[in-house]
């Protein structure tokens, strides 16, 4: 069975720092993807970051990127430059190929002061 | 182009009643599902679609119903609320039934069962 957990419930952190969320996971799967979502107020789910378990790279988009750690089943997100638009629920998630199912940790709420 | 849409956003229900939640995508993806939100345990998944005609239940089916007569719609219906129904809907699909690909998500449903 697949399980992610996030293990921060929330964290705050002033405009333009640098926050780390975590996120561990586990599946027997040789291959696999993880993603972060983020949940504003708005409630709206958007897509933030994606990664393939083959690939070593770590993934980048703009101000957020990805440290997986494959051995350790770590992948956690580094959001650099805060700005107060990042405050929002953050969602971990996990995907293999055999299943439709993406698996959810519970979430981190960031908030970003001024 | 929509995306995936949902009516209502808001819902108050009385216990007993029943109601059908909608859901429709534009993007010609085969995979839909439906998941409840509640606090503290991120997103889970009710009902899910591979295609027209085929369903199955997820993690917490007990008190839905779906169905799927076109690729576009995923009705999801509560056939006798109840105060444990209490929770944000999200209906979400994405292009392939697999977990590698993105989900896009609705903007969600608050019900409120009394």
């Known amino acids: 069975a697949q399980t992610v957990t996030q293990s921060q419930p929330e964290m705050s952190v002033q405009e333009a720092e640098t926050v780390t969320l975590s996120c561990t996971y586990d599946t027997s799967e040789s291959n696999y993807y993880l993603f972060w979502y983020k949940q504003p107020p708005s409630r709206q789910m958007i897509l933030v970051i994606r990664?393939?378990?083959?690939k070593q790279q770590n993934a980048t988009e703009n101000r957020f990127s990805v440290n997986f750690q494959k051995a350790a089943k770590s992948f956690s997100l580094k959001i650099s430059d805060s700005q107060l638009g990042d405050t929002a629920m953050y969602f971990c998630a996990l995907g293999v190929d055999s299943n439709y199912q993406l698996i959810w940790g519970a979430g981190t709420k960031l908030i970003i002061k001024p | 182009n929509a995306g995936v849409t949902q009516t209502p956003k808001f819902q108050v229900l009385k216990t007993g009643q029943s109601m059908t939640l909608q859901c429709a995508q534009d993007m010609n993806h085969e995979y839909m599902s439906w998941y409840r939100q509640d606090p503290g345990m991120g997103l889970r998944l009710i009902h899910y679609s591979v295609g027209a005609g085929i369903t199955d239940q997820g993690e917490v089916p007990n008190g839905y119903n779906v169905s799927r007569s076109t690729t576009e719609d995923f009705p999801l219906r509560l056939l006798s609320a109840a105060p444990s129904q209490t929770s944000v809907y999200f209906c979400?699909?994405?292009?392939?039934?697999?977990?590698?690909?993105?989900?896009?998500f609705g903007p969600g449903t608050r019900l409120t069962v009394l």
């Open positions: 979400a699909s994405s292009r392939r039934t697999s977990g590698r690909n993105e989900q896009f």
């Open positions: 990664q393939e378990a083959y």
